[in-house]
């Protein structure tokens, strides 16, 4: 009992070693962690404790471990929330529908904060870009062919249309210029994908022309500062993805 209590400060006297290294700017996103021998020789502790903290901070997505290279600093801790999310999900804690309803309302917060603290010409144009492409493809869609050959291009063409739904919503987290918001949205996002894609490949070209519509509205307010437009267009968006069948 004692030695377990004994293993376990030491991997966490490991951790927060590794965290004040982050913490003070001498590890940053890229940088390679000192070895296993290192840190145990810094600190004083076994190699087996300082490979169970290496092991936890992996797991936690704040290092990657580079074959034959050695740990490093992670630039992508957002990716464990998204398997926490999946798993959570997995085990029916939270459902489909409170991962729907939790981006809706962080959506509404950013464009919030975008409208409050305005937009930059360049996030501007590119939100304007992936809305032209959004109709762009959705044009494309209407005229394909319905033959063997026109149905795999109708697939391909599905793929660049949920990327470019993608890219709209992204570009309108990085618009809001808040690094946490950044995180969280991608990790949910990672997740949602799911539910869009499955919208985007089930629904008819009417209704893919509504959700579009909805990114317009919401392009439009931003620009014209109408947080009323806004959460119209954001509620009607999650509106739809929620009646799409897979919740």
Known sequence: MLED????????????????????????VGSRLPTERSISGQLGIGR????????????MGIIERKQGSGNYISGDAGKSISQIILMMLALRSISYTDVCEFRRILEKTVCSMIVKNGISKEHSER???YLDE??????????????????????KLLRRLAAADDNFHNELVKAADNGLMTVIMDAVTAVYMEFIEHIIYNTDKEKR???????????????????GMIETAIDMHYDMVSAG???
């Open 134 to 155: 959004l109709w762009s493809i959705q044009n494309e869609l209407k005229a394909q062919d319905s033959d063997a050959e026109g149905e795999a291009g109708t697939k």
């Open 5 to 28: 209590e004994n293993s376990s400060q030491e991997y966490a006297k490991a951790v927060a070693y590794i965290y004040e290294l982050i913490n003070n700017g001498t590890l940053e």
């Open 209 to 227: 022309d509504k959700l579009i519509d909805c990114h317009k509205s919401i392009y439009e307010g931003i620009m014209s500062s109408d947080n």
């Open 127 to 129: 939100l304007k870009g």
């Open 245 to 247: 069948g897979i919740f």
């Open 48 to 59: 087996n404790s300082t490979r169970e903290a290496l092991s936890i901070l992996h797991g």
